[in-house]
């Protein structure tokens, strides 16, 4: 039988979520700097075995009381934790070898738009009008950061592969998000736990291809501290907080704080990374923040 979770009011979801989003950004910038320092499917495999690892203590118990729902509805977590945890964050760290942290950010504020369309797709949700809208605004300014504001390059396909990886990535983190109202009825710990293991396990033969490739992450204080922000804050704390705030106010009006991402991020960059935001970020993140707003009415 699945735990009760403690009862919370929506001000505590909008808080959760203001941090996760804080600590997203940081994962983005601490993705871009790992390019060349550390591979980033180690990077991944690493981030969630040391999650898992911290995590279970806190979830066995839960783990064990659910135990009979997690073996019935084995093969829904195991799709959960491949899509949510498993291989979105290794696809977006590839992304972050060939692309901005301020560009990727931004292309992940598309993710409302995409979450609203993956419920329609999935499970029959009404598309109204102004979804349809806020879909073709929000579209053309992903355009207008993918093309870096350069449409002649759309007659040559000259696309930045960093940039298309992490639209990908981003369609899976919508799939995933609207996956979570079919989340089996186990507790948010019991859940986080298993698919923390989940998504080690699925990076591991990954990391082992990057490592008989050569790739291999040096031992150093700053690597380190980097592994250990990402499996930590930006796995163990955020992911608990954003599973929990999706119970407390739902998918859709969670989704809509993923804009503070490029805020947060963008000012990151600029203080940590050196990143310049140039004009044609502001105009694509403008016009995906229109849809969205216009989706949303």
Known sequence: ???AAPR???????????LTMALWAGNHILGRW?????PPMTLAFLRWSLAAVLMFPFAYR??????????QEWPRLLLLGFMGSGIYNTLQYIALTDTTATNAAILNSWGPILIVLAGALLF???????QVAGMTVSLMGVAVVV???EFQRIATLSFNGGDLVMLFATG??????ALLRTRPKISTLSFAGVTYIIAGVVNLPLAGWEYAHGDVMEITPQTIAAVLYAGVL????????????VELIGANRTGVFIHLIPLFTSLMAMALLGEQPALYHAAGFALILAGVFIAQR
């Open 172 to 177: 899976v983190w919508a799939l995933y998000t």
């Open 124 to 130: 029959g949700d009404r598309l109204r009008r102004n």
């Open 1 to 3: 039988m699945a735990s």
């Open 147 to 149: 093309l870096h504001g």
């Open 62 to 71: 839960s783990i064990h009381s659910d135990w009979p729902v997690i073996r």
């Open 8 to 18: 919370a009011s929506p001000a505590t979801a909008y808080l959760f979520l203001i």
């Open 234 to 245: 930006a796995s163990l704390v955020a992911y608990y907080c954003y599973a929990r705030s």
């Open 34 to 38: 790992a390019h060349g320092i550390i």
